[in-house]
């Protein structure tokens, strides 16, 4: 069988507004040798102003960059944000998430766990992280610790006496302010060794598929990954580590670029499709050592435009390409506010491409309706998240569509209480 990559939930606390965990199912049945995600591949996110939609992608995106950035807790920038993004009465923001990985024969699903806390110093650093696994072809099968840490000390690591004392070597005085995970990445670019804390080396970089497999879109311009890091992971053997290629970098490497011309090359036809007067993408380039530094320009034939002083909406389906790209592979893709600046007419089409042909998973947030009638015959994709954060998922009731209950105020804990009489003494006179 084909390598098989699947989410099947995550569990978030203590960020923006979300203060307790609320949880999200991607598949809700139990996970035997009989699981099959075709019909759990997409997912909608309605809520609210404030009810802290957003907040689960940025819980997502920090996962991502504290197993992938080895600096991330250092970085000033970065700790301004988590002080920002936290949540102030909880100060301790928790993550974690069940991963299933099909390679040949063999499926695994990996449990991950970590918890961010402030120190005496006022900053932020890691409480706790622990990874686990357990057989996926069998619904009774029970987790396995492969390590766990605890307030900086690695207290268990699953392997013998001699490689947990270079365990706690390698990873001495680093554990408040670096994942293991990306310490267990470092040394294996080091020893070039897959198995250098026996079994625990090789099911943590497995395990590290999850966060290159990740495409976030949370509305930045420019979204940074770690230079160095691709580079180490580029070196890996296993295809499912690759760090994932995308179209919205500006900075590439020259043993890639004819990839990327490939890519732009996919570009233009997407774009084709909105805008039917794009002749071409022109790439201008310039040589900066071994890379190639580019700017995209959009040629209508009897002019030129760089892609940043392009509209709004086109320079977000250039960045949102690289997301339905990797949803149309096997990426794991999550998007904030999907619907803004792009025409629900594209979004409803673009679904329905992905509800038929996408390999990978789409997660979304919106507050355009028309998704519904597209993901309501889906199973598990469309979950209403309330002011309060409680979770509920869009179930079949009779002729009743998930539109018409939504606005009006039929979906549990999610009422629409504004009336257009609210507004009357606010504005004007």
Sequence with gaps: MDNMFYLLNIGVSGIKGIKNEVKLDFYKKTVDKKFNP????????????????SALITAVKIFQELC?????????????????????S?????????YLVGLKTKTEVYYYEVKLGLNNRGNYEILYETLKVKNGDYANSKYKILFETKEGELVTIACDEKEKQLAEKKSLNLLSARSFCHIVVMLYAETNNL????????????????????????????????????????????????????????????????????????????????????????IDKKENGDVYECELNLNYGEYSINREFESTGIKKLIRLFDCFAAADQSGIVFIDEMDSNLNDVYLCKLLEYFKYYGKGQLCFTTHNVSPMSVLRDNKNSIDFLSSDNYLTSWTARGNATPENCY???????????????????????
Aim: proline fraction near 2%.
């Design 38 to 53: 075709e019909k759990y591949r997409i997912k909608a996110i309605y809520g609210e102003n404030g009810s802290g939609k």
């Design 68 to 88: 992938l950035q080895e600096s991330y807790l250092t970085e000033t920038k970065n700790q301004d944000f988590l002080k920002e993004m936290i949540n102030k």
């Design 90 to 98: 909880a100060q301790e923001f928790r993550f974690h998430c069940e």
């Design 195 to 282: 198995y250098v804390f026996n079994d625990v080396s090789l099911q943590t970089l497995v395990f590290l598929s999850l966060p290159l497999h990740l495409e976030i879109y949370l509305g930045e311009e420019d979204q940074h990954k770690e230079y160095i890091f691709r580079k180490q992971i580029d070196k890996m053997p296993l295809d499912m580590l690759k760090a994932h290629f995308g179209i919205s970098e500006r900075i590439i490497r020259k043993s890639r670029f004819k990839e990327y011309e490939k890519r732009v090359v996919q570009l233009t036809e997407f774009l084709k499709v909105f805008k039917s007067n794009l002749v071409s993408i022109d």
């Design 407 to 429: 606005r009006n105020g039929m979906i549990e804990n999610t009422p629409f209480n504004v009336d257009a009489t609210d507004f009357i003494g606010i504005f004007g006179e």
